[in-house]
């Protein structure tokens, strides 16, 4: 039978390879060290979950809760803004929670593409970026480029190439997958790009509060008249350890989030009353819990770059996420990312995720998520370190899972 229109559009999952391999290899009783998907493994603060359970034992929050998020949280939310980057928000029309950012992103891509609509995305880039738009019938013109000063002639050479004129510039700094950051300056000139060329500017700022280098990463709306062009989506998944939770939000220009407002009432009634109101407690806290959580990873990383350079396997120290955007060892490159995954499960008991996931202009590399405690990341440095020296004594004992089959 037939695939549906939506679902072809929609390559092979590579992540889910990955995702069996590593089931059949814990069947088999293997201990995978997982660095593969980014799913925090810290506990949410108790504080956050003794007010959910404070709050569940209302029967009333039990009923339909608001769409667009409870007014306490979205106060809350354009509290935090105002905090953390000085930038002031009206709570009513320019904050809607989401559920998570990734349902953000795809209801915006639902909210404001019309079919034959381009959009202008990195590549790599995570996921969402990319097909929420595919799946609403948009088109992706690609962008290999860094935030630095190729950025701005990779964008005029988008809009001359186009047609339609894009749409809309995705952005996403810190980078999940590369980890890179963006400067303010960066900003401006990205904005008064937007703004010259009549373009929605749509940034992913999932990533602001994991940062190591002691400079915080700004906020696009920091930049004057930013709002004019301007949605950032944000998440609560990874600064307060709250994945399963689904909260998130979008902020910024009033007719984007009323836009994004309309199709999710149509969609959703939010996430569960007491979530929200415990996320709007996390977000009125000092920062401690944030502190915590940033020197956790600040540690892990440490290990990681470390550790995984004693073994034979250099990589650069991410300065925010909790990712390590990690080149293929030399001998490896030719095999691809999704190959190099597969072995890495089969002969070191360590789960990646392929660079190619996240866009073809990643095959070269391998994302590893700084999901397991100091520990497991020496020993998954010191599995990685026997696989590279067995394979540098019998190189070719050492073939592609595909081969196998």
Not at 182 to 202: G, H
Not at 246 to 254: D, K, L, Q, S, Y
Request: charged fraction near 20%; charge should be positive; proline fraction near 8%.
């Amino acid at each position: 039978m037939e695939e549906f229109h939506k679902v072809r559009r929609l390559p092979p999952y590579v992540f889910e390879q990955v995702n069996r391999l590593k089931a059949s290899a814990r069947s088999r009783g293997a201990d995978i060290i997982d660095l593969g998907m980014g799913n925090p493994d810290l506990p949410t603060p108790k504080a956050i979950v003794d007010k959910l359970c404070e709050v569940v034992r209302d029967p009333r929050t039990h009923r339909y809760s608001s769409s667009r998020g409870i007014p306490g949280l979205r106060r809350a939310q354009a509290a935090y803004y105002q905090r953390r980057f000085g930038v002031k928000l009206n709570p009513d029309t320019q904050v809607v929670a989401t559920l998570g950012s990734k349902e953000g992103f795809a209801n915006m891509a639902q909210a404001i593409t019309a079919p034959g609509d381009v959009i202008l995305c990195p590549n790599p880039t995570y996921p969402i970026h990319a097909f929420g738009f595919i799946m609403s019938g948009g088109v992706i013109r690609s962008l290999q480029v860094e935030p630095d000063d190729g950025f701005i002639p990779a964008l005029e050479r988008g809009v001359r190439h186009s047609i339609p004129k894009p749409l809309a510039l995705i952005l996403n700094y810190p980078s999940n997958p590369t980890a890179l950051v963006a400067s303010l300056d960066f900003y401006k000139d990205v904005v008064a790009f937007a703004k010259k060329n009549d373009i929605i500017i749509l940034s992913d700022l999932a990533y602001s509060e994991i940062y190591f280098d002691g400079n915080p990463p700004p906020s696009v709306l920091q930049v004057p008249g930013a709002i004019d062009v301007c949605v950032e989506f944000t998440s609560m998944s990874k600064t307060f350890s709250m994945p399963g939770w689904r909260m998130g939000f979008a902020v910024g220009n009033e007719r984007l989030i009323a836009a994004l407002t309309r199709v999710k009432s149509y969609l959703d009634y939010g996430a569960f009353t007491p979530i929200q109101v415990a996320a709007a407690h996390a977000l009125n806290g000092d920062g401690a819990d944030i502190a915590e959580v940033r020197e956790v990873y600040l540690k892990r990383r440490d290990v990681m770059v470390d550790s995984l350079s004693r073994a034979g396997w250099t990589i650069p120290a991410p300065a925010a996420s909790m990712f390590a955007w990690a080149p293929i060892p030399e001998q490896f490159r030719h095999l691809g990312s999704l190959e190099f995954s597969k072995l890495l499960i089969e002969h070191a008991d360590v789960a990646v995720a392929p660079g190619v996931g996240f866009g073809e202009h990643g095959d070269d590399y391998v994302r590893v998520a700084l999901v397991e405690n100091e520990h497991r990341i020496r020993q998954a440095a010191r599995n990685i370190k026997k696989f590279l020296a067995t394979t540098a004594k019998q190189p070719n004992n050492v073939v592609p899972l595909a081969a196998h089959r």
